[in-house]
């Protein structure tokens, strides 16, 4: 069985729609909660795959969060192992970091739904071939990255530039959570601190205003979580071994 290793910040914050579509194709999912096991140290040459979540902190936060440092140099060295990544939000920041980009407070906090842009690049990438122009996708982050030397820019928004980059050809960062549905976002909405913090953000974040386009946008947003989570999966490589073992 191929195993899946996933970094996780918050309970809160899981693998979503991704989850079923692992265990389908046949993975074993290991995660490790760093909010409450901040001292693991997790070898990632045991697993097939990593994949890094959101979270609340930010990656210049090592002095109190220090496990943000073990993440960065596993990250590290699944990159030269080359095993396949995926990092979302947090997880887009951390890959960034550790391919020694710089990780910055971005000029507005994107919270709720905004209209993604592919690159002219994106057309030709395996997982962002999905992306027309007209898809919203949720947000929820108040820091973005640079650029990493050498990678691939492929999706942004108006209000933050790098949305999505490939370094090589199997290592993704999603500064967007393609991974939460309806029913994820609205359990999110209604913890208190994280709905004190959307509000606090201005007008256009307002609970109301966001529960209105979940429900508008969150049916498109699991198609394309499906193709491209799918073209991911794909990465992993069970389809090709499963037709291989079949011949």
């Not at 999912?29 to 609340?56: A, C, E, M």
């Not at 699944?78 to 995926?86: F, K, N």
Request: proline share 7%.
């Amino acid at each position: 069985m191929r195993k899946l290793l996933v970094f996780q910040h918050s309970a809160r914050e899981p693998l979503g729609v991704f989850d079923p579509m692992l265990r389908r194709a046949g993975f074993r999912i290991r995660y490790v909660n760093f909010s409450r096991q901040p001292d693991q140290k997790p070898d990632v040459g045991r697993y097939n795959g990593l994949v890094v979540l959101g979270g609340p902190m930010n990656v210049d936060e090592t002095d109190r969060h220090p496990h943000l440092t073990t993440e960065i140099a596993a990250i590290q060295e699944a990159l030269a192992r080359g095993i396949p990544i995926l990092g979302i939000c947090l997880g887009a920041q951390l890959l960034a970091a550790a391919l020694g980009a710089h990780v910055r407070p971005n000029n507005v906090r994107e919270i709720g739904w905004y209209r993604l842009h592919p690159t002219a690049a994106a057309g030709g990438d395996p997982l962002c071939r999905h992306l027309d122009g007209s898809q919203h996708v949720f947000q929820w982050h108040a820091y973005t990255f640079d650029l990493p030397p050498g990678a691939v820019h492929l999706a942004s928004t108006p209000t933050c530039p790098n949305q999505a980059f490939r370094f090589g050809d199997r290592a993704y960062g999603l500064q967007f959570h393609l991974e939460a549905d309806e029913n994820l976002i609205q359990r999110w909405l209604h913890v208190p601190e994280y709905r004190g913090e959307a509000e606090a953000s201005g007008p256009g974040h307002q609970l109301e205003h966001i529960l209105r386009d979940t429900h508008s946008h969150a049916p498109h947003a699991l198609t394309l979580s499906e193709r491209v989570f799918g073209e991911f999966i794909e990465l992993l490589g069970w389809k090709r071994r499963m037709r291989l073992g079949s011949q």
